[in-house]
């Protein structure tokens, strides 16, 4: 029997995985600040993310204003010294349950990373997170049409939200606030 030094489909590789590193972010630091920025920004120029990108007063201070919020946090991955990999997340609390919950926020690799399993690592360094918080969920947002994102959520347990299958699965609405 022959083993074969590829790695399977959608797993990292051992050049790859010795150089990854998935980690909390600091937001402290400046090194962190700057790779969530960065990621953050290519993934809002992606048509999934939008496809514009951050504006200058979030590029300024949306690190500062994660910082100021106790409730947030993001996990970086990292191959070698390149960021490749973001993860927001903010912590919510369930009335129902009465606990935390920790909503992923953001999740994205760069396109050169995709496809061998960085998300799924960040997800599970966000999954120790919140039960380190105590949480009693992980909730997401997902686009309908992103097939790869729900395939690896799906993966990764989650599932679409309902109570009783009679009401249906929950939408995620928006309404934008001027201020």
Partial sequence: MSHSTDP???ELDMSQS?????RLADYACDKDGAAIVKLLDAYARESAGGGMPLSPYAVEHVVRELAKRPQAFSVLAWCGMEPIGLVNCIEGFSTFAC????????VTVIASHRGVGIARLMLLEVEREAKNRGACKLTL?????NVPARQLYERAGFVDYQLDPEWGNACFMQKWLKV
């Fill in 8 to 10: 399977a489909p959608g």
């Fill in 18 to 22: 010795a150089q990854l590193v998935v």
């Fill in 141 to 145: 947002e997902v686009l309908s049409g």
């Fill in 99 to 106: 606990a935390p919950l920790v909503n992923v926020h953001d």
